[in-house]
């Protein structure tokens, strides 16, 4: 007997903005019966299912699971500023001179989540295969 995951639930103030933040990451939308003021709000993409649901307190610490972003239609740097300017803010910069790493950004709500490089990017500087 095995499970799966149905979905990964983020506690929010804002449900349907923080929900919203998120669809817009992740190019779809809200569920089609969501809207402003519910206290639960579903985003569907590609691989994952994210469920945001209202609670009275704010976030105070960091996250014990997160998200990694692997950009699927840009480099990684062109994603970060994507997604600054959707209003995510840049916690820690763990990038590298040689093109490695990746950086870690919180939500609007201060959920941190990270960015990693592509599949281009990685297999650019990959190690050669021994020969």
Not at 16 to 36: E, Y
Not at 67 to 82: F, H, K, M, N, S
Not at 107 to 116: A, P, S, T, Y
Request: charged fraction near 30%.
């Amino acid at each position: 007997m095995t499970s799966r995951v149905g979905h990964v639930t983020v506690d929010a103030t804002d449900a349907f903005r923080l929900g919203t933040f998120w669809a817009d990451v992740l190019g779809t939308k809200v569920a089609d019966d969501d809207k402003p003021g519910d206290d639960e709000v579903l985003v569907e993409a590609d691989g994952i299912t994210l469920l945001f649901v209202e609670v009275p307190e704010p976030k105070s610490v960091k996250n014990r699971v997160h998200v990694d972003l692997e950009p699927q239609d840009g480099t990684r740097e062109e994603e970060v500023e994507r997604l600054l300017a959707l209003g995510a803010t840049l916690v820690e910069d763990h990038r590298s001179p040689d093109g490695r790493g990746w950086a870690t950004l919180a939500d609007i709500e201060g959920n941190e989540f990270c960015v990693e490089r592509n599949k281009a990017e990685r297999a650019a500087t990959a190690a050669p295969a021994a020969g």
